[in-house]
């Protein structure tokens, strides 16, 4: 069985300023997905980035970037040049690459950006 | 394109009575998936759909049951509901397996 951890229940960060929220996965398969999604206060969940495990190069959108470590199954998200509406719970999540879209993921962290 | 629409957003329900929840995907995407968010059990996944076939199940009770029509809308029911399904449910749509899942606003289900 697949497992995801987000060991950062609480994140806080000043604006413009950079922060890195981590995320670590447990799974015996070679070819899955990992992705990271942003629920603000209105409660929709947003997809941030994408990463497919095959793909050795880390996946980059504007400001979010990741760091995948596959052999350390280590999936973590940097926000670069923070902003007051990166405010939101982020959560990690992993599917698998055939069969279904399931997605299983980690407990969130709560990142708080100050002015 | 219209996101993945939801209806109802809020309901309040007592103890016993069923629900149906609706989904509509965004057009064109044939894959629709279920999720349950709760402040103590996180976001656990409920079931998919394929063209009209379930493909994957989670581990919750006989009571949870779904389905999906041929224009890929989805439907999820509650039964005899509880006050632990007091909960956000979370609709997600893909074109196919393997493709990025883009959500719904959810629906608020409060059980008395």
Same mark, same amino acid.
């Given at each position: 069985?697949?497992?995801?951890?987000?060991?950062?229940?609480?994140?806080?960060?000043?604006?413009?300023?950079?922060?890195?929220?981590?995320?670590?996965?447990?799974?015996?398969?070679?070819?899955?997905?990992?992705?990271?999604?942003?629920?603000?206060?209105?409660?929709?969940?947003?997809?941030?980035?994408?990463?497919?495990?095959?793909?050795?190069?880390?996946?980059?959108?504007?400001?979010?970037?990741?760091?995948?470590?596959?052999?350390?199954?280590?999936?973590?998200?940097?926000?670069?040049?923070?902003?007051?509406?990166?405010?939101?719970?982020?959560?990690?999540?992993?599917?698998?690459?055939?069969?279904?879209?399931?997605?299983?993921?980690?407990?969130?962290?709560?990142?708080?950006?100050?002015? | 394109?219209?996101?993945?629409?939801?209806?109802?957003?809020?309901?309040?329900?007592?103890?016993?009575?069923?629900?149906?929840?609706?989904?509509?995907?965004?057009?064109?995407?044939?894959?629709? !998936?279920?999720?349950?968010?709760?402040?103590?059990?996180?976001? &656990?996944?409920?079931?998919? *759909? %394929?063209?009209?076939?379930? =493909?994957?199940?989670?581990?919750?009770?006989?009571?949870?049951?779904?389905?999906?029509?041929?224009?890929?809308?989805?439907?999820?029911?509650?039964?005899?509901?509880?006050?632990?399904? !007091?909960?956000?449910?979370?609709?997600?749509?893909?074109?196919? &397996?393997?493709?990025?899942? *883009? %959500?719904?606003?959810?629906? =608020?289900?409060?059980?008395?």
């Amino acid at each position: 069985a697949q497992t995801v951890t987000q060991s950062q229940p609480e994140m806080s960060v000043q604006e413009a300023e950079t922060v890195t929220l981590s995320c670590t996965y447990d799974t015996s398969e070679s070819n899955y997905y990992l992705f990271w999604y942003k629920q603000p206060p209105s409660r929709q969940m947003i997809l941030v980035i994408r990463q497919e495990a095959y793909k050795q190069q880390n996946a980059t959108e504007n400001r979010f970037s990741v760091n995948f470590q596959k052999a350390a199954k280590s999936f973590s998200l940097k926000i670069s040049d923070s902003q007051l509406g990166d405010t939101a719970m982020y959560f990690c999540a992993f599917a698998l690459s055939y069969n279904t879209d399931k997605l299983i993921f980690g407990t969130g962290t709560r990142l708080q950006v100050f002015p | 394109k219209a996101g993945v629409t939801q209806t109802p957003r809020y309901l309040i329900k007592t103890r016993g009575q069923q629900v149906t929840l609706s989904c509509s995907p965004i057009s064109g995407h044939r894959s629709v !998936s279920w999720y349950q968010q709760t402040p103590g059990q996180g976001l &656990q996944f409920l079931f998919e *759909y %394929f063209s009209e076939t379930q =493909r994957n199940k989670g581990n919750f009770p006989g009571r949870f049951s779904g389905r999906q029509f041929s224009n890929s809308r989805s439907e999820m029911n509650v039964s005899t509901l509880e006050l632990g399904d !007091s909960a956000l449910y979370l609709c997600a749509s893909s074109l196919k &397996q393997g493709r990025t899942q *883009y %959500f719904g606003p959810g629906t =608020r289900l409060l059980v008395l």
